[in-house]
């Protein structure tokens, strides 16, 4: 309802709006018939209902998380029309380390409760500047276009074109992390879901050189709305706002192989590196109870981590399962045929905290890679060399490894 409602709302200001206000300053736009306007932006909205970004549970979920905890205010930017908005008029500048911090930074207003809107028309585009000119007629100026600038993923980007207001929220948000800023990992922690600028500009990898950016962000024009909002990279203003890329678009430039074996070998890299992941975790586990000392924090059925841990001085560890879990890397696993749900780092095994080992460490790389390929959703499509590099690299970490001997991290 709030969707059609605000859409609908915008229309009417972009239609009746008088054109010399609209186009003031802009010599070179043309205002479309009022009736081919409406039904292009009836379609357009038509489209959007059926994209990610059109979901206002999820952004009253995220509000109400804020008013509980203000410290989460920082995800309205990206999940909410307002706070994306709020946003762009500070010019996307870095959050503020507190919310009630008084240092530089930004931190958005936490909304009242059940008002806010998913990233709508408006979020994206400004109604209040001048037009330009697009496939379908006059487009309301996007809020960010090209400049280079730092994300919160803790990379820049350079000049992406119409792509940039896409990726200063389709970024891991959480800075940099590789070999180099992260030696050793304190938690569990996971990406972001939709990290692809981080596929994209080759950024927040272990094992492998990062900062390699893929070669489709040189050689498409304005980077993730080519594929993502037209039927083919060579359409100058793609319109399609479902947002949905297929691998059906990759043949209109790539005739020497077939996209979807790109598909395919990434998705048979993933289980393959899950699949050795379990396994290092199992024998990681093992290895405890054997030697009479293994232990974990269970967390119960809201998924609450309880406050004392399980021990195990002798059984059996099978069907172990790593997985996500908001932005945490968790393992479901049994224990003498009962099954516990823990996070990796609330994991002992002869009295050693998983990330205090140096196996543990491994596994938890491995885990953030595996994720960060995972919650990209392309399939490699990104950047298919460095998705391959990345799966390759650390299978090899991993096969190298013997996680039935467990060496505790140097001082």
Request: hydrophobic letters at 35%; a neutral charge.
């Amino acid at each position: 309802m709030w969707s059609e409602r605000f859409c609908f709302l915008f229309l009417i200001f972009y239609v009746f709006t008088p054109v010399s206000n609209l186009n003031a300053g802009n010599e070179t736009t043309t205002q479309q018939a009022p009736s081919e306007s409406v039904a292009r932006d009836l379609l357009y909205s038509q489209q959007w209902q059926k994209s990610p970004h059109a979901n206002h549970k999820l952004a009253n979920e995220i509000n109400s998380g804020a008013m509980a905890n203000p410290s989460n205010a920082k995800c309205l930017v990206c999940h909410t029309s307002q706070g994306f908005i709020q946003w762009a008029r500070e010019g996307f500048t870095p959050f503020r380390s507190a919310v009630n911090s008084s240092g530089g930074g930004f931190m958005p207003t936490i909304l009242e409760d059940e008002t806010a809107l998913a990233p709508t028309c408006i979020a994206c585009h400004d109604p209040q500047t001048e037009m330009t000119k697009g496939t379908g007629g006059n487009d309301p100026m996007l809020r960010l276009k090209s400049k280079p600038r730092a994300l919160l993923g803790g990379f820049k980007i350079g000049n992406v074109g119409r792509g940039a207001i896409c990726m200063v929220c389709h970024n891991n948000g959480q800075g940099l992390t590789n070999d180099a800023t992260t030696p050793v990992m304190k938690s569990a922690r996971a990406p972001h879901k939709a990290n692809q600028a981080d596929i994209f500009m080759g950024e927040n990898f272990f094992f492998v050189k990062t900062g390699n950016p893929a070669y489709h962000v040189n050689a498409i024009y304005n980077t993730c709305t080519a594929c993502h909002m037209g039927s083919t990279y060579k359409q100058r203003h793609p319109t399609d706002h479902s947002f949905q890329a297929t691998f059906e678009i990759c043949y209109a430039c790539h005739k020497e192989f077939d996209p979807m074996d790109v598909k395919y070998s990434v998705l048979w890299g993933l289980e393959t590196l899950k699949a050795t992941i379990d396994t290092a975790i199992t024998d990681f586990a093992q290895t405890g109870i054997d030697a009479g000392k293994f232990r974990l924090l269970n967390m119960n059925e809201d998924e609450k981590v309880e406050k004392d841990y399980t021990s195990f001085s002798e059984g059996r560890i099978s069907d172990v399962n790593i997985r996500y879990l908001y932005e945490r890397q968790v393992i479901e696993v049994k224990v003498n045929g009962k099954s516990y749900l823990t996070s990796l780092d609330v994991i002992e095994s002869k009295g050693f905290r998983l990330l205090d080992s140096v196996q543990g460490q491994i596994i938890a790389k491995a885990a953030w890679n595996l994720f960060m390929i995972d919650k990209d959703g392309s399939f490699g499509a990104h950047n298919h060399k460095l998705i391959s590099e990345v799966i390759k690299e650390t299978l090899k970490k991993l096969e190298e490894t013997d996680f039935k001997v467990i060496v505790p991290l140097p001082n």
